[in-house]
């Protein structure tokens, strides 16, 4: 079971970044994307259910960070539009070998047992 991450970088203030989450290993239910800032915990940015591509996003990225998935592929991406830079940090993507909700999810980490090896995205002003 892995989840591979890819796309971080550096980007000015205002770019954009696509992130791309490769799951391998067995068949999920849904994946979510997390952020952890310098000294900060790991917050809950986007999350997304397979069976009915039901999106879920923290109020600060709404608009900004589409999330979407291809099944077939087992592939979750974000798409990081007009970026900010406090939003400078290691970004990663989890999700459970049990169903979850996303609701759920996006406000508890702690909640999935399965996640990437994180990207750093730098976001320079």
């Known amino acids: 079971v892995q989840l591979v991450e890819s796309g971080g970088g550096l980007v000015e203030a205002g770019g954009s970044l696509n992130l791309t989450c490769a799951a391998s290993g067995g068949r999920y239910t849904g994946m979510a994307w997390f952020r952890q800032a310098p000294r900060k915990g790991r917050a809950g940015v986007a999350c997304?259910?397979?069976?009915?591509?039901?999106?879920f996003y923290d109020e600060s990225v709404k608009g900004r960070f589409p999330i979407s998935r291809d099944n077939d592929l087992n592939r979750v991406y974000l798409r990081m539009d007009s970026l900010k830079d406090e939003e400078t940090a290691t970004y990663y993507c989890a999700t459970d070998r049990v169903p979850f909700p996303c609701q759920v999810a996006i406000n508890s980490p702690r909640s999935l047992d399965l996640w990437s090896q994180g990207t750093q995205v730098t976001v320079s002003s």
């Open positions: 997304i259910h397979f069976n009915d591509g039901k999106t």
